[in-house]
């Protein structure tokens, strides 16, 4: 079954769960990169992410290959921003014509999840959301089991959209 991992990334915590669930699976990696960076540390930090997000911004992406029609399952990413996605992947959801996929979701925060995963299904109706999982600093805390929780869950994941994709 043909899965890609499309994530943004700002302090590496995501990418690091990217990366892990894209070896699990062997599946394909896509990273979502402004053109312009966001503070990394700072007030800045908080409040330029919080602000976009609020605003509802699009910040325009370096350029991507990424060809939606080749995959079963689509495996998004994000930091939890002012309780919601990282602004990228809004553009993302701008740019593609997302429509009857199977999405699992992940997201990397400090706190909570907030509305993260209801936002992003709000974003793209028309698909068959199969799971979701939020974890907490992984590069921070509990890396290891962080790692093993992420895996397990892409697995069970994968099995059940195969089967899904069979019937």
């Given at each position: ?7 943004y ?26 053109l312009?960076?966001?503070?990394s ?16 911004k699009?910040p ?28 990228p992947?809004?553009t993302?959801?701008?740019q593609q ?6 999405i ?26 199969v799971?979701?999982i939020?974890?907490?600093d ?14 397990k ?6 099995q ?7 019937g």
């Open positions: 079954m043909n899965s890609v991992i499309i994530f990334s700002l302090e590496g915590n995501t990418r690091f769960i990217a990366q892990t669930i894209a070896q699990t699976i062997r599946g394909d990696i896509v990273e979502l990169k402004p312009k960076k966001y503070a540390k700072g007030f800045l930090k908080f409040f330029a992410g919080g602000k976009d997000v609020l605003l509802k699009t325009p992406l370096e350029t991507y290959q990424l060809d939606l029609n080749h995959y079963q399952l689509l495996i998004l990413g994000t930091p939890v921003w002012a309780g919601s996605y990282a602004p992947l809004k993302f959801f701008q014509l997302i429509e009857q996929k199977n699992a979701l992940f997201c990397c925060c400090s706190g909570s999840c907030g509305k993260t995963f209801d936002n992003i299904k709000a974003e793209m109706p028309q698909n068959n959301f799971g979701e939020c974890l907490f992984p590069l921070k805390k509990n890396r290891e089991s962080q790692v093993e929780q992420a895996k869950w892409i697995k069970t994941i994968q059940q959209v195969q089967s899904q994709v069979k």
